[in-house]
């Protein structure tokens, strides 16, 4: 999905963390937030700036969380968010707090998850920081709400997508044709394949069984007014992770139009669940119930906090896939030697783990950098949080990953055009990608990319992993559906027994492990 900022092949040395620029320089940085972000969600007055910590107690559950909060504050912390689910707690505070933390008994790990300062930590906001809320556990009801480009490129109506900017253009209502990634995957009703494509097999679920499946899209934000989309999105299940902290409020998890991609979960959301209505377009699992989780924060970052915050909500509210279409900002790959970035990884890792033991699966694009992540590589664009100076070069290693795609367990979507072969811009990896999809070809116009629902009522057309990450979820729902007595595991497993089972070997056929993982995605019967 999701990736903002100019595309670039290799990586960034990034600045000293907690480095102070010119008060102006942040202001500056502050200003552009409120324009286009709509406010400054941050508190000031102190005349200091703040970095944003993960702290992590050794032990991962409650007890963790509270030593964790207690040990923040002792060092002059301002906690702001507990998470109780694996012991870690978000805190804002000036320079020297983590290595003060650090040195604190019970404390496994603390990591500053951005580089650029703010004035303050989160203001106050009522209703936010509960995990229950629209759970039965909360005792709510149904009326207590309601409802970069990685790499640039493509034609006027179609754009390589993991972060797309605002200039997307939309394309007229399909009226569900040209199908042909449902087509690929051997979807009923699909139509306007290729002869590539997998024969459309026995009907599938019923969309009385999809809707009793719940599946998360943790991304910029869910328009829920769009025609396809205004009966699959759960009020109950929905909120904004966009501060590090669950926001139930109703529309909190609709996009922000004055933060560049906003669009993009609406696409992302549509191919996973758009309604079969005649109209516009079809999900792959349309009859199914999404959480529409806001990850993308006011300035334009998906920070590790937002994405712990967005994985436990999914998971305490039941989802049964948990559709990741984005990198972690400000690292785009993050690195176990600084100690830092292997407090995200901590953090993360420990949030996609609880998603995956409630039962959830976790589905993550593999990115679009056309990257072996096997391998060596560069990284130029790290941190992409900074305020000024030019991107400097980072030299990785294998040891270094993209989150959450690349954590234990998660099965991580390459993407193939309409002829079924790689795309390619998509990264890839032999025991780093789990599954290919359509993610489509964005020099292809939109009878080469992937069209699915836009805000506003609108269409789009886009290609990139995080179009293939979507077909993938929403083929988990179908299997949940199938088979709801299935865990994690099993639903992983299924999908990976029904792409091998279809897929013959062979140097870029969809065998071909390092490009396809188990294989070409097919639908299970």
């Keep these: 999905m999701a990736q903002v900022n100019p595309s670039g092949t290799g990586p960034v040395r990034a600045p000293r963390r907690g480095a102070r ?34 702290v992590l107690a050794g032990r991962d559950d409650a007890a963790g969380a509270a030593l964790a909060g207690a040990e923040a504050r002792a060092a002059g912390g301002q906690v702001v968010q507990e998470y109780p689910q694996i012991g870690a707690v978000l805190a804002y505070a000036p320079g020297g707090f983590a290595d003060e933390v650090r040195a604190r008994p019970g404390i496994a790990a603390v990591g500053a998850t951005r580089t650029a300062p703010v004035v303050g930590p989160p ?7 509960d995990f229950a809320a629209g759970t039965e556990r909360a005792g709510r009801s149904s009326a207590d709400r309601s409802g970069g480009a990685e790499r ?10 993991e972060r797309q900017e605002d200039t997307t253009l939309t394309v007229p209502d399909p009226a569900e044709h040209d199908g042909w990634n449902l087509t690929m995957l051997g ?19 019923a969309p009385e069984a999809l809707h009793k499946v719940l599946v998360a899209v943790l991304d910029s934000g869910v328009d829920d007014t769009h025609p396809d989309l205004r009966t699959a999105v759960d009020p ?4 904004s992770c966009a501060d590090g902290r669950p926001d139930p409020r109703t529309g909190s998890w609709r996009p922000d139009p004055g933060v560049g991609e906003s669009g993009h979960g609406t696409h992302v959301a549509g191919i996973v669940g758009a309604v079969r209505d005649g109209r516009g377009v079809t999900g792959v699992a349309p009859g199914v119930r999404i959480a529409a989780v806001r990850l993308l924060g006011p300035l334009g970052q998906y920070y590790a906090e937002n994405i712990v915050c967005g994985m436990l909500w999914a998971a305490d509210h039941g989802a049964r896939a948990i559709n990741n279409s984005y990198f972690a900002d400000p ?12 407090a995200l990884i901590a953090a993360v890792g420990r949030a996609a783990a609880y998603a995956q033991r409630k039962g959830a699966v976790v589905v993550a694009s593999a990115g679009n950098d056309g990257q072996d992540l096997g391998a060596a590589r560069t ?15 980072r030299h ?9 795609g690349e954590l234990p367990g998660v099965v991580t979507v390459t993407a193939v055009n309409r002829d079924g072969r790689p795309s390619a811009y998509s990264n890839y990896g032999r025991g780093r990608v789990s599954l290919a999809a359509p993610g489509g070809d964005p020099d292809g116009g939109p009878q080469g990319a992937i069209v699915s629902d836009w805000p506003g009522g609108q269409y789009a057309a886009l290609a990139g992993t995080s179009m293939a990450a979507a077909h993938v979820t929403g083929a988990v729902a179908v299997a949940a559906a199938l088979h709801p007595d299935y865990g994690s595991a099993g639903l992983a497993a299924l999908l990976a027994t029904t792409a091998a089972a279809a897929c013959p070997p062979g140097p870029y056929a969809c065998g071909d492990r390092q490009y396809f993982g188990a294989g070409l995605l097919a639908l299970p019967r």
């Design 152 to 161: 640039s490129g493509g034609t006027d109506t179609a754009e390589l997508s």
């Design 187 to 205: 979807a009923p009703g699909a139509g306007g394949g290729d002869a590539t494509a997998a024969p459309a097999g026995p009907a599938g679920p």
């Design 379 to 393: 990284d130029e664009r790290s941190p992409n949080d900074r305020v000024s100076g030019p991107a400097q070069s």
């Design 331 to 342: 690292w785009k790959y993050n690195c176990p030697e600084d100690r830092d970035q292997a």
């Design 236 to 239: 109950k299940a929905s909120a």
């Design 123 to 129: 203001r106050p906001l009522d209703g936010a920081g």
């Design 396 to 404: 990785l290693g294998t040891e270094c990953i993209r989150l959450p």
């Design 21 to 54: 620029g010119p008060v102006r320089v942040l202001l500056a940085m502050l200003l552009t937030a409120l324009v286009v972000g709509g406010a400054v969600p941050y508190v000031s007055g102190s005349g200091r700036v703040y970095l944003s910590y993960l």
